[in-house]
């Protein structure tokens, strides 16, 4: 019974590039610039206000301490680079990015300390997110300790070379993205935590959605995480400039979690935390299923959490998640601003910059309830009239009114394609009412069909270049990706579908958007990476709960192997005095908890630590059977012949090949 229980692929978007592998050190094969994307990135100039210098000044307001280096692990390698990004001091906008990315790319490499305001402070572009200190009478009140240990390790020893040195009283964890808590080691340890010294807070449901939210799609939300954020393109003009929240994710950190000590339950519950008065707002549903903005009024001072950044958010992340419910969004977004809009001196997030002034703070917040409420509404609208999704996204080219030239409703990080799409999805479904699209061929058959009509594959090519050379884009990926599903191994089909993708990608003002075109055509050109290494942190391990290790123990078995092995077996963890009772019937494997099977062919007994150890692959079944880690009563075979028909899943599929 030789089997190793892979590890669960928990927050994906971080973990699937939290692996210490090297960015690409030159764009492989990048072709420049067409004529007609120079011309459609210099026409940007003249239909955004580029004459509005605000940001810049925000941006840099407070600076106490520039950050401009390396952050490493204990074992030398670099987890965070602001180097990377020094091609972006240049003023003279390159023909392959989009004027709109590179303004925002500039402003997201400010790093350093800054100053809110009193008793408020931000350690930024040390990470894709923001470290916000506080501080109280006695000690420091963190929100949000970055992604990783080293970064918040790193970002607090600044705060600390300019600030006095106050121990850490408190932590607030804003929501339930790794981004905003997987650094918390950095800065306090479990200790001190246990003994009171230092309570966690965080919005309710925050373990339980930490845990689950990532956990069933994991694999495929870490491939996809990939083409996001860019992760493994070179920086530079020709490769990723930006992640729209941030200059990108760390790589190869440390991702922690220590559980809350303290739950916020209520829609508004106000707490003292070491002198300073913090009036939560709980807000699930919006960016994330657990979330809560803060209000503190000593300072008059309002956190948005990630509920208004400096940009459009995503309805439906790219990197696949559940959807968002805009509606919901626009609504919390406006019960904040009429609670603290006229109590409020400054507005700071997770992400990018803060907001200063009263009106500026109202403003903002009333034009981004507007975006999300047009979102919801417009696409209802349209949904309304019988268009399809790819109708509704054409027909929402533009946000309404003065929305349009706001910077901060630019399509940054979501989109105004991609979340009316998800809008729809949410309403009613992925399926857009037409019976044509009701059982469709799969893409390589698809794709043979239509090569065929074209004429076969020389002629399909031509069209290819014919509208590569008209710079019809959009039309050359869809001919593209039909001419590679249909001769995967042909190197000038792939490289004719490359270039096209590169030159979207180029024109793109999502830095999503530029991120996934480049990785694809990088792809393409390079194939598909390949690396062994483990993604998961312990203490996310730790967080999940046994009921989850069996649910996500069902989508590891494939049901065409299971079929004919029926069978029931008993699972203890005797640590935690609960009994589940599995059953494997039809290929499909259920549980239920707190009870057993009087007729189970075999029963295991474990501890939750012993599970840890073998879903973070520190130990593998046969060797704690033999140590005595586990006991076995019964058919011992059975347990093997279920772990048998257990798959393992690699990140690395094909995407833009067959």
């Not at 808590?181 to 001190?192: E, Q, S």
């Not at 006229?342 to 507007?370: C, I, Y």
């Not at 394609?417 to 061929?441: M, W």
Request: charged letters at 20%; one cysteine or more.
């Amino acid at each position: 019974m030789k089997h190793v229980f892979k590890p669960l692929l928990l927050a994906a978007t971080i973990a699937a590039i939290n692996s210490p592998m090297l960015y690409a050190a030159e764009p492989a094969l990048n072709q420049p610039a067409s004529s007609q994307t120079i011309s459609s990135n210099k026409a940007v100039l003249s239909q955004l206000p580029f004459t509005d210098r605000a940001d810049y000044e925000s941006v840099s307001r407070g600076l106490i301490a520039a950050f401009n280096g390396q952050i490493k692990r204990a074992d030398g390698k670099v987890v965070w680079d602001t180097t990377a990004y020094q091609f972006l001091d240049k003023d003279q906008v390159p023909d392959s990015v989009n004027p709109s990315l590179w303004r925002l790319g500039q402003l997201n490499s400010h790093a350093g300390l800054f100053q809110v305001s009193e008793r408020i402070y931000q350690l930024r572009g040390m990470d894709v997110s923001n470290m916000t200190v506080i501080e109280g009478d006695q000690g420091l009140i963190i929100i949000d300790p970055l992604t990783v240990s080293e970064t918040a390790r790193t970002a607090l020893d600044l705060y600390y070379q300019h600030r006095p040195k106050k121990p850490v009283v408190a932590v607030i964890y804003s929501h339930t993205h790794a981004d905003h808590f997987g650094g918390v080691k950095g800065i306090v340890d479990d200790a001190d935590v246990q003994s009171g010294k230092v309570k966690i807070y965080a919005p309710s449901g925050f373990m339980e959605h930490v845990v689950s939210e990532n956990i069933f799609a994991g694999t495929a939300m870490s491939r996809r995480a990939l083409y996001q954020f860019g992760s493994l393109l070179p920086r530079g003009e020709k490769g990723q400039v930006d992640a729209g929240m941030g200059k990108s994710t760390p790589v190869g950190g440390t991702i922690t979690l220590i559980a809350p000590t303290v739950s916020i339950k209520d829609p508004y519950e106000t707490h003292r935390i070491d002198g300073v008065d913090v009036e939560f707002q709980l807000t699930p549903g919006t960016e994330a299923p657990s979330e809560m903005n803060m209000y503190l009024p000593q300072l008059r001072a309002l956190c948005m959490s990630e509920n208004t950044t400096q940009m459009m958010h995503n309805i439906l992340t790219p990197r696949g998640a559940l959807v968002r419910d805009a509606k919901a969004w626009a609504q919390y977004i406006d019960a904040s601003l009429e609670r603290y809009g006229d109590k409020t001196d400054v507005m700071f997030v997770s992400h990018n910059w803060p907001t200063w002034t009263g009106e500026r703070v109202r403003t903002l917040l009333a034009d981004q309830r507007d975006m999300y409420a047009f979102l919801n509404d417009r696409t209802l609208h349209l949904l309304n009239q019988g268009l399809t999704p790819a109708e509704i996204a054409a027909d929402m080219q533009k946000l309404p009114g003065d929305l349009e030239n706001k910077w901060y409703t630019r399509g940054y990080y979501g989109s105004l394609s991609h979340n009316s799409r998800a809008v729809y999805q949410r309403y009613l479904g992925y399926y857009d009412g037409n019976p044509a699209n009701l059982n469709p061929l799969p893409p390589e058959q698809a794709a043979e069909h239509f090569v065929k009509a074209l004429g076969g594959l020389t002629p399909a090519m031509e069209k290819m270049k014919e509208a590569l050379a008209n710079g019809e884009y959009r039309w050359a990926v869809q001919l593209g990706n039909n001419l590679v599903f249909f001769a995967p191994d042909n190197q000038e089909a792939r490289e004719l579908q490359a270039r096209a993708m590169e030159q979207l990608g180029y024109q793109s003002e999502n830095a999503l958007w530029r991120n996934m075109y480049l990785t694809g055509a990088m792809e393409l050109r390079q194939g598909v990476p390949q690396y062994q290494g483990g993604t998961n942190s312990p203490d996310m391990i730790q967080a999940m709960s046994p009921s989850m290790f069996f649910d996500y123990l069902a989508v590891r078995l494939d049901s065409q192997k299971a079929q004919g092995h029926d069978m029931t077996l008993n699972w203890v963890f005797s640590d935690l005095d609960q009994p589940f009772a599995l059953t494997l019937r039809n290929g499909v494997l259920t549980h239920r908890s707190g009870t057993q099977n009087a007729k189970a062919a075999v029963t295991v007994t474990m501890d939750k630590a012993t599970l840890d150890k073998i879903s973070l692959r520190q130990l593998d079944f046969p060797t704690a059977i033999k140590q005595g880690d586990i006991q076995i009563q019964g058919d011992s075979k059975k347990l093997g012949e279920l772990l048998g028909m257990l798959d393992t899943f690699s990140p690395w599929f094909n995407i833009v090949t067959p």
